[in-house]
């Protein structure tokens, strides 16, 4: 895993091809040289090619994605059309994968960092949503329950009814 503590911005989900270390005194150093890429064909080549080079990158998976580049997978039980690029970097690169959030501190006290690595060998769309499911269930005031994260993007096909057997 990654100095993860080394890429962390907002929160979501991190990437990366090497080990995972500690220390949140790293996070003040690194944040702000932080990158921000394109939601197109050219962002996701910079993403691929900074995981090659070693660097963490870091993702929200519960955004709703474009037509043809997610799949339906159930989110606190509901089936949300979820994206498909964190496991396809993930395979294509072998970078380990980071679930972190930031937790918000009382009287803008700052923020407190949590990272939960993910311990399986194949991550798939449902496997990430448990991963930020858990995530949320540790502080769910803070998640943005605004979010429709049950939209149907226009044109993706209907979801398909999903079994846990």
Wanted: glycine fraction near 10%; aromatic fraction near 10%; hydrophobic fraction near 40%.
């Amino acid at each position: 895993m990654a100095p993860a503590a080394e890429a962390w911005r907002d929160g979501g989900l991190q990437l990366h091809a090497n080990r995972l270390s500690g220390g949140g005194a790293r996070v003040s150093r690194v944040l702000g040289q932080a990158r921000v890429s394109p939601a197109n064909l050219r962002g996701v080549r910079t993403l691929y090619m900074a995981l090659q080079r070693g660097e963490c990158i870091a993702l929200l998976p519960d955004q709703a994605p474009q037509v043809g580049e997610g799949t339906w997978a159930d989110f606190f039980g509901k089936p949300a059309y979820t994206m498909t690029l964190v496991r396809r970097l993930q395979k294509q690169t072998g970078a380990a994968v980071v679930f972190m959030f930031a937790q918000r501190l009382p009287a803008g006290k700052g923020y407190r960092l949590h990272f939960e690595r993910f311990s399986g060998d194949d991550l798939d769309e449902r496997e990430m949503n448990r991963g930020v499911e858990n995530l949320i269930r540790r502080c769910p005031t803070q998640y943005l329950w605004s979010y429709n994260r049950y939209k149907v993007p226009a044109g993706a096909p209907k979801p398909v009814p999903q079994s846990d057997s």
